[in-house]
T-cell receptor, first 111, second 116 residues
Framework: GESVGLHLPTLSVQEGDNSIINCAYS??????FIWYKQESGKGPQFIID?????DKRQGQRVTVLLNKTVKHLSLQIAATQPGDSAVYFC??????????FGAGTRLFVKA | ETGVTQSPTHLIKTRGQQVTLRCSSQ?????VSWYQQALGQGPQFIFQ???????GRGNFPPRFSGLQFPNYSSELNVNALELDDSALYLC???????????????FGSGTQLSVL
């Protein structure tokens, strides 16, 4: 079936450290993956995406890694800041119109 | 460029009632998707509208219906409300269209619906 899951529901990191948020997906036909950030009282906000023909993609302070062999996706945040505190969702699309979200990981940044 | 706006922000209804939620898509976007987000969970896809027609649906009953208007704005209607319908309803716009992939979703802040 379709599912996108996360390994850890909560992650706590020290300000300035790097954060790694992991995600497993089950649909091997998925060819596009996205990370969203959701702050309290707001809708999800696009962070970074990656296509299945890529292994790695970098943005500003964020990197997404895709391992299709084990169907694993990760989001790395460099030099984590208090403003990074939020819930992070991985999501996948399978060539159609539906974006499937995981349950989310809450990131706490300690000052 | 204006973002996705949703109204109302909060709504309280009683079981059995009907509700209409509204969404204005981001400028330049022609596709609107609706999601239901229960507390502590990820958004669940309800349906998507493109060119005023529903072109995809998730696992939601027929009492969840929608409309898209010529200006690409959209409505979500829920009939015969149940307690479990209490959730944050999110609207997202994109320029995906039918069959296109790899398009980002731009979300509004949602409507928090409470069913008592």
């Amino acid at each position: 079936g379709e599912s996108v899951g996360l390994h850890l529901p909560t992650l706590s990191v020290q300000e300035g450290d790097n954060s790694i948020i992991n995600c497993a997906y089950s649909n091997s036909a998925s060819d596009y993956f996205i990370w969203y950030k959701q702050e309290s009282g707001k809708g999800p906000q696009f962070i970074i995406d990656i296509r299945s023909n890529m292994d790695k993609r970098q943005g500003q302070r964020v990197t997404v890694l895709l391992n299709k062999t084990v169907k694993h996706l990760s989001l790395q945040i460099a030099a984590t800041q208090p403003g990074d505190s939020a819930v992070y969702f991985c999501a996948e699309r399978t060539g159609g119109f539906k974006t499937i979200f995981g349950a989310g990981t809450r990131l706490f940044v300690k000052a | 460029e204006t973002g996705v706006t949703q109204s109302p922000t909060h709504l309280i209804k009683t079981r059995g009632q009907q509700v209409t939620l509204r969404c204005s898509s981001q400028s330049g976007h022609n596709t609107v998707s609706w999601y239901q987000q229960a507390l502590g969970q990820g958004p669940q896809f309800i349906f998507q509208y493109y060119r005023e027609e529903e072109n995809g649906r998730g696992n939601f009953p027929p009492r969840f219906s929608g409309l898209q208007f010529p200006n690409y704005s959209s409505e979500l209607n829920v009939n015969a409300l149940e307690l479990d319908d209490s959730a944050l309803y999110l609207c997202a716009s994109s320029s995906a269209g039918t069959g296109r992939n790899n398009e980002k979703l731009f979300f509004g802040s949602g409507t928090q619906l409470s069913v008592l």
